[in-house]
């Protein structure tokens, strides 16, 4: 049976001192200028703790009288089922399914990149969902071990990896259907105008069926909850030897700090179930009083409204398999993180990734779409363009970098953690790698066209200005992903995970057309463009 949530206590607010708010991880690589969408997120943060100073902001927990009240009114669209109302053998695979990857050691700690740096996450994770799919978040791009949909055949190192996908793949049915409801169950709340409909809801609530939505209704919400992917986690937190301090409302360590979920389509829901290994005396009584705020030693997923100093915050524990929706744009307005507990803990998180440019499908039309070009190959590599309009070589090159750094250089720079499940990506990178390679032929073509005598001043110019952006981009880029595989937090990682520089030459290997560092070339262009001026 589900457990009623205790109520008791009262808001939160103390004036102590903040612990420190330094990062987590290590860094090490060339620094970048950040974007304007992180400066502003720095701004942001950088006031509303000026404003704070030396006080904590309110939070409540199931304790507090005002959880509930508070909860309904500015957190309708959060939803937690509790453990009890999922089937007990869905349970029992799901788990066993989470005990299977960890001991085949399918996850990894990710070398993401903030701000510039490179931190090493304390959780470690692994993508799993649709075939072809990819998932970015923090510039780091995961390739998705494939769930066995119907019509697909992926092959995986071990039976027992076989059959977990396969369960997740269950467990990702079941969150859709979940989600759906939850979402029936929130726009009945709505219309009846309902104010105490139950936060932790059963399987029987006496919601409206999808016969209750318009047409265009029950496609979007069955669209938004459609769920391509499902990214896992992994800590234990008595093996981190440093967690960050939760900075605003004093709530502990966090495991995962306050963040929105990247890349999703927009107002889409998200499903997260939860397994905390905790052992059989998990609801024993306690002998000692009751921690004032959260309970350190629980994990909890704590909310707030992002960048609200007003409105208190949520922090709400997670037992073995309790599961929370996060429905429509509860993601885009408020921020919500993950509190360490004690036991270790596995989370599998379902979401509608955004895959517009994050698929095989769509990587592969690209790639022939800039191929398209080529009249023909000689047996040397070399090839002939059927065109030198500005715009079809402005595009051909952006494509060429995209296939570079946004697919190849992202895959390898994993290192080899893919082939521990399954070596579905492996034929697809050798095809990407190949048209790849046939567009640095194509770049080396439209150099010669550039270079070639007799070309009239005019068109010399529109050839130079279609590709020097791309090409100047390639040479930063093809730097700072060398320097980031170099770097001294790379060099610790295990053999299996060690960054790999790849596609990689030495300047004179007379297979490959071009060079790798592309500075003499850049510095050419640009003075082509400058012979040219009056």
């Not at 495991?255 to 499903?271: I, K, T, Y």
């Not at 150099?447 to 005598?453: K, Q, S, T, Y």
Request: aromatic share 8%; charged share 30%.
């Amino acid at each position: 049976m589900p457990r009623e949530l205790q109520i008791g206590g009262g808001v939160r607010s103390e004036s102590i001192s903040k612990p420190s708010r330094g990062g987590e991880g290590c860094s090490g690589s060339m620094k970048r200028t950040p974007t304007a969408e992180e400066r502003e997120r720095e701004a942001k943060k950088r006031r509303l703790l000026e404003e704070l100073e030396d006080t904590w902001l309110p939070y409540l927990t199931p304790k507090d009288d005002e959880f509930c009240q508070q909860w309904q009114l500015k957190y309708p669209k959060l939803i937690l089922r509790e453990a009890g109302c999922a089937p007990e053998k869905l349970h029992k695979d799901v788990q066993e399914a989470f005990a299977t990857l960890h001991k085949h050691g399918c996850l990894f700690r990710d070398l993401v990149r903030i701000q510039g740096k490179d931190l090493l996450t304390p959780v470690s994770r692994v993508l799993v969902g649709n075939p072809g799919c990819t998932y970015k978040y923090l510039s780091t791009r995961l390739f998705a071990v494939p769930w066995p949909v119907k019509g697909s055949h992926p092959e995986y190192t071990e039976a027992e990896i076989a059959a977990a996908c396969h369960t997740l793949l269950k467990l990702n049915r079941y969150l859709q259907a979940e989600t759906v409801q939850a979402w029936e169950e929130l726009v009945a709340k709505e219309r009846a105008n309902v104010d105490e409909v139950p936060l932790c809801i059963g399987p029987n609530f006496p919601g409206v069926g999808m016969g209750a939505f318009d047409g265009p209704d029950e496609a979007d919400i069955r669209r938004r909850s459609a769920y391509n992917v499902t990214l896992l986690n992994f800590m234990d937190p008595q093996k981190m030897p440093y967690l960050k301090e939760e900075p605003y409302f004093g709530m502990g360590k966090m495991a995962v700090s306050w963040h929105h979920d990247e890349n999703l389509v927009e107002r889409s829901a998200v499903a997260v179930y939860s397994y905390s290994c905790e052992g059989p005396e998990e609801d024993s009584e306690e002998e000692d009083p009751p921690p004032e705020g959260r309970d350190p030693d629980v994990w909890h997923v704590g909310f707030k409204i992002s960048w609200d100093i007003e409105t208190p915050g949520l922090a709400i524990p997670l037992h073995q398999g309790d599961c929370y929706f996060m429905l429509d744009d509860l993601n885009a307005t408020h921020q919500h993180c993950v509190l360490a507990g004690v036991p270790p803990r596995f989370s599998s998180t379902h979401r509608v990734a955004e895959c517009s440019t994050g698929t095989l499908d769509y990587i592969l039309q690209r790639c022939q779409s800039a191929l398209h070009n080529v009249r023909h190959e000689a047996d040397d590599g070399g090839v002939s363009l059927k065109s030198l309009e500005p715009a079809i070589l402005k595009q051909g090159e952006e494509i060429h970098n995209e296939v570079e750094f946004e697919w190849l250089r992202q895959f390898w720079f994993q290192g080899n953690r893919y082939r521990k499940c399954t070596d579905w990506w492996s034929r697809p990178m050798t095809q990407l790698e190949a048209m790849w390679r046939k567009m640095e032929s194509v770049t080396n073509a439209v150099l010669h066209e550039a270079r070639r005598e007799g070309v009239p001043v005019g068109q010399r110019n529109e050839i130079v200005t279609a590709i020097l952006a791309s090409l100047t981009t390639r040479q930063t880029l093809r730097r700072e992903w060398h320097a980031r595989c170099q770097s001294r937090i790379a060099r610790t990682l295990p053999a299996d995970q060690k960054p790999e520089c790849r596609p990689y030459w030495e300047q004179e290997d007379p297979s490959m057309p071009l060079p790798f560092d592309l500075t003499d070339i850049v510095a050419e262009l640009r003075g082509l463009l400058l012979e040219a001026k009056p």
